[in-house]
């Protein structure tokens, strides 16, 4: 291998691999996709020129066959005439117009061979354009569903168990702790108030709220007074007026005394 070829292939390894990395496979296949659909109206464009050749070369071959026609009506009708001489240059005429004809038949044959065969490289086309452009479309489907794939693996790969679980328990404890701590203050402060006096004072708040509705209700006439008690006397104790001393009444008189 000589020099020249070894520093070409050198030059086309590093700049087809630098290619190769920059080249995003996404963007070509989508580029291709348009490609693919641009070529169809280009090959229509070709297949209507080879078509048209076609009309023309049928046109041109009617065209012969009628001027044949008129010839040998003219060759005829001058043999008849007996002027051989003009019948002579009609039939000159009428050798070069089948001589055309023939030419024409013969181009109009592969004109038509041709378009046959560009309808039918049309349709291999369309049947193979089809199948890669539905090949790349499932490539960027399977491209963008690796993408996702990546995203959700980066996104699961952020999430550290063996990394929580380092300050997880000691968190955990030191909630533990505080929630405690709060639950003593809270069992301090309430055997610090005197619950006992505060119900006191809350029954004692019931009982004037139920005397004042009773006074209102007396005095709205709706309700009755409440029975007086009877309170009890003691036994009165009489003492004699001898034992009551020297300064007494001379009359008895009644004392009471309450033991």
Do not use: C
């Not at 026609?69 to 005829?76: F, H, Q």
């Not at 004809?101 to 004109?111: H, N, P, S, V």
């Not at 929580?164 to 929630?179: A, C, G, I, K």
Request: proline share 3%; net charge negative.
């Amino acid at each position: 291998m000589s020099i020249w070829n070894r520093f070409s292939r050198l030059i086309r390894s590093i700049f087809g691999g630098a290619i190769s990395a920059m080249e995003d496979p996404k963007l070509i296949l989508e580029e291709n996709i348009r490609e693919l659909n641009d070529q169809v109206p280009k090959m229509n464009q070709s297949i209507a020129t080879v078509k048209a050749n076609v009309i023309l070369l049928q046109k041109e071959h009617r065209r012969y066959e009628l001027e044949q026609a008129d010839l040998t009506a003219k060759v005829r009708a001058a043999i008849q005439a007996g002027r051989d001489d003009i019948a002579q240059r009609y039939a000159v005429q009428l050798q070069q117009v089948k001589d055309a004809q023939l030419r024409t038949t013969e181009q109009l044959r592969f004109a038509e061979q041709a378009y046959e065969k560009a309808l039918q490289v049309k349709s291999a086309f369309m049947r193979e354009r089809e199948k890669k452009i539905s090949e790349a479309k499932e490539a960027l489907r399977a491209h963008e569903r690796a993408q996702w794939q990546a995203k959700i693996a980066d996104t699961l790969e952020q999430f550290e168990v063996a990394g929580v679980d380092s300050t997880h328990q000691e968190m955990v404890q030191r909630v533990n702790e505080q929630t405690a701590k709060a639950e003593a203050r809270m069992e301090m402060a309430l055997d610090s108030i005197d619950t006992e006096a505060l119900q006191i004072e809350e029954d004692a708040q019931e009982i004037r709220a139920q005397e004042l509705v009773n006074q209102m209700k007396l005095e709205m006439g709706i309700a009755e007074p409440a029975p007086t008690r009877t309170v009890a006397r003691e036994p009165e104790l009489r003492i004699p007026e001898s034992e009551a001393g020297g300064d007494a009444a001379p009359a008895e008189r009644d004392r009471t005394r309450t033991e």
